[in-house]
């Protein structure tokens, strides 16, 4: 049951994800306008690389989740792809960026989060798989 459960949650929690690059990949200019200034200048020079690798991260994400439901092994390579997304996005976001200047420290919360669940998937896969849950 467990297995169920945590597979359903991750889907959700990467939908959610897919949810936010497409809310940032397609912001328009009215939704630009009413951010702050310095949130603006985040989101208007992000570099197509860092676009890519949210883009990845989460699309990579909701294929291993759906993968992991279906019971394939194919869950742990896309959620290594994911993972790898994850961590060229957050380098962009915590140290190449200025987010960390533009929200403060509490900025870093949901990108340690976001690693996290994406290790943790990683591991769930891979024990998943150790115990034949998936084939």
């Known amino acids: 049951m ?3 459960i945590i597979s359903i949650l991750a889907f ?3 939908i959610m994800g897919v949810l936010a690059y497409i809310g940032q990949a397609y912001m328009t200019e009215a939704d630009l306008a009413v951010l702050p200034e ?3 200048a985040l989101y208007t020079n992000v570099p197509a690389w860092a676009t890519a690798a949210f883009a990845i991260a989460v699309f ?3 294929l291993g989740c759906l993968f992991l439901i279906l019971r394939k092994k194919w869950a742990k390579n896309l959620f290594f792809l994911s993972f790898v997304g ?3 996005q957050m380098v962009y976001n915590l140290f190449i960026s200025k987010a ?3 929200y403060g420290p509490g900025g870093a919360i949901m990108p340690i989060m976001i690693l996290i669940i994406a ?3 990683i591991w769930y ?3 998943s798989i150790y115990k034949n849950w998936i084939s």
Do not use: C, D, H
């Open 2 to 4: 467990s297995f169920w």
């Open 38 to 40: 310095a949130e603006q």
């Open 60 to 62: 990579a994400g909701t």
């Open 125 to 127: 896969t891979n024990k």
């Open 86 to 88: 994850v961590i060229v």
């Open 100 to 102: 960390m200047e533009v």
């Open 12 to 14: 959700i929690w990467n």
């Open 119 to 121: 290790v943790f998937l």
